[in-house]
């Protein structure tokens, strides 16, 4: 297994992989408007995406970080916004390769961490996450708005 920053020479099948896990949160599959939006962050730089291919160079997962910044620690942050790896893949320990690709991230761009949101009842990434050095925060709420 290797993992190499996406590029758009990977967008057909970082977009096969990343409406199956649109798909995985109940989204509608809509590979159009999917590779639209990861075109616009790898063309604007807005994202930084990491895909995992196997052996034979097959694609078996990803990872997408967005750039965000902490008042109150004056530095970069960054936000693991999407992981997901291939169901085939599963259970060969891509998921903690892509993590540490994030974490190498953070190093070189000098951020002072990162941090992700999961639903309750995803039990991999629960048990994923603490295993790989994240840190359940119970003293804050986490707040949504939106537009829908």
């Given at each position: 297994m290797y993992i190499l920053k996406a590029t758009l020479d990977?967008?057909?099948e970082l977009?096969?992989?990343?409406?199956?896990?649109?798909?995985?949160?109940?989204?509608?599959?809509?590979?159009?408007?999917s590779g639209t939006?990861?075109?616009?962050?790898?063309?604007n730089n807005e994202s930084e995406i990491?895909?995992?291919?196997?052996?034979?160079?097959?694609?078996?997962g990803f990872v997408q970080l967005f750039p965000v910044f902490s008042s109150t620690r004056l530095a970069k942050y960054w936000l693991l916004n999407d992981l997901f790896v291939d169901p085939d893949h599963r259970g060969k320990g891509i998921s903690k390769?892509?993590?540490?690709?994030?974490k190498r991230l953070c190093q070189e761009t000098n951020a002072c961490g990162m941090y992700?949101?999961?639903?309750?009842?995803?039990?991999?990434g629960n048990q994923l996450y603490?295993?790989?050095g994240f840190k359940l925060l119970d003293s804050v709420n986490f707040y949504e708005w939106t537009t829908d």
């Amino acid at each position: 297994m290797y993992i190499l920053k996406a590029t758009l020479d990977d967008l057909p099948e970082l977009n096969d992989l990343f409406d199956q896990y649109r798909q995985f949160y109940n989204k509608a599959s809509d590979k159009e408007a999917s590779g639209t939006f990861l075109k616009q962050r790898l063309k604007n730089n807005e994202s930084e995406i990491y895909i995992a291919r196997n052996e034979m160079g097959e694609p078996t997962g990803f990872v997408q970080l967005f750039p965000v910044f902490s008042s109150t620690r004056l530095a970069k942050y960054w936000l693991l916004n999407d992981l997901f790896v291939d169901p085939d893949h599963r259970g060969k320990g891509i998921s903690k390769a892509l993590i540490e690709q994030a974490k190498r991230l953070c190093q070189e761009t000098n951020a002072c961490g990162m941090y992700l949101e999961t639903g309750k009842n995803n039990h991999i990434g629960n048990q994923l996450y603490p295993a790989t050095g994240f840190k359940l925060l119970d003293s804050v709420n986490f707040y949504e708005w939106t537009t829908d």
